[in-house]
């Protein structure tokens, strides 16, 4: 697979070269043309080659469905059908992606007829995934990316965008700026995330400032101006605040999350056999985790205090595995979401199992904490592919 082909078809934010081991949006995109779903392990089963020719596959302007389905076939678990995709109307941006590109970037329909079809995917993806993370700090590093490629015309800004940097060859390493990977399986067009900057918070004069993203363009020194709005934790003078919710309508909320203690296969034997020191493990594990869960306002800083109507927690032992999957299950009818709850609920059940442990098993490891699926509020319902509930 020549270098070439591969850079123009993985974006730099992305920051999967070389070794592609998460499916870039372009893959992506030619997955959802093709009508298919894998996971990540069978995207990892796939070589280095294969997955190099169906991210190339994905970046051109009409995606072969075959040469995809060829490719997917090779891979182990094989991949699952499912409705297939289409791109974006070229005519026109849509315009939830452009009012949440302001007031700091546009989108004139000039320019978004320009992109490729990929670009134009690309945005929409990431617009999406931010709506569903409530961080869109990905968003303005995927617009500064794909529309500094796009030259401009007349009636634009009299000078050409310098072209922003493209991910390296297969040969280079990735980017050095800390990411994020969500684990287990994905789906064609929302899991795992690729690569997000993190927000950094600096001390100005009392205030968190959140620093708005580099210009694509050059341009002289000059103060800073304010942090960009998009994000509802951040006021207009770029200081973090509590989001305001009290015109929204109270709706039934949910939200499911999951994680999970490793030890030794000993320790899950006689957790099996309740033969620990500190007594009931699970029991206690369940309780510190629903109290956690109403606790979650005095833990997280910008977490409105919401009415919970119910909180579940699951604690299976997996022997085989030298596991405990901790499942936890937040429900509310108010005007904000229960995701920190469930997975707050998560962190400390997960946490208690550690303490219970810790005596006889000092190679307990917690991980894989995250959002299984979540309804209710303006974003719809979200199911983390692969591991939905019914």
């Not at 945005?123 to 993370?133: G, N, P």
């Not at 469930?342 to 904490?369: F, P």
Request: charged share 25%.
């Amino acid at each position: 697979m020549a270098g070439s082909a591969i850079e123009s078809a993985v974006y730099a934010f992305e920051g999967l070269l070389p070794e592609i081991e998460s499916p870039p949006i372009a893959a992506r995109r030619a997955l959802d043309h093709a009508g298919l779903r894998i996971s990540i392990e069978a995207w990892r089963s796939l070589s280095l080659d294969e997955r190099s020719r169906l991210t190339v596959a994905g970046a051109s302007e009409r995606v072969d469905t075959d040469v995809v389905s060829g490719i997917a076939r090779l891979a182990s678990p094989p991949p699952q059908r499912v409705p297939t995709g289409a791109d974006p109307d070229p005519g026109t941006p849509p315009e939830a992606l452009a009012r949440a590109l302001e007031p700091t970037r546009s989108i004139e329909p000039r320019r978004w007829g320009r992109l490729r079809a990929l670009d134009r995917y690309a945005l929409v993806h990431t617009y999406r995934r931010a709506m569903a993370r409530s961080s869109f700090l990905i968003l303005g590093e995927a617009y500064d990316s794909v529309m500094a490629t796009v030259p401009v015309g007349a009636g634009d800004v009299e000078r050409r965008l310098e072209r922003a940097p493209v991910a390296r060859g297969l040969s280079s390493p990735a980017p050095a700026s800390g990411g994020y990977q969500a684990p287990g399986a994905y789906s064609s067009f929302d899991d795992p995330p690729p690569r997000e900057r993190h927000e950094v918070v600096m001390k100005d004069r009392g205030e968190a400032r959140t620093p708005a993203p580099p210009s694509v363009r050059s341009a002289p020194a000059r103060a800073p101006s304010p942090a960009p709005s998009v994000s509802t934790h951040l006021n207009d003078a770029g200081a973090v605040h509590m989001v305001a919710v009290g015109e929204k309508a109270a709706t039934a909320r949910r939200a499911v999350a999951s994680g999970i203690v490793k030890m030794r296969a000993d320790t899950a034997a006689r957790l099996l056999h309740r033969d620990t020191p500190k007594g009931e493990v699970l029991a206690t594990a369940r309780v510190a985790g629903i109290m956690a869960a109403k606790r979650t306002p005095d833990l997280i800083p910008l977490c409105h205090g919401v009415a919970l109507t119910g909180v579940t927690i699951d604690l299976e032992i997996d022997a085989p595995g030298a596991r405990v999957i901790v499942t936890a299950t937040a429900d509310a009818h108010d005007r904000t979401g229960v995701e920190m709850e469930a997975l707050v609920a998560v962190s400390v059940a997960c946490l208690t199992i550690y303490d219970m442990l810790k005596g006889i098993d000092r190679e307990l490891v917690i991980g894989e904490v995250k959002l299984l699926e979540k309804s209710g509020g303006r974003t719809g319902h979200y199911v983390r592919a692969g591991e939905g509930r019914a």
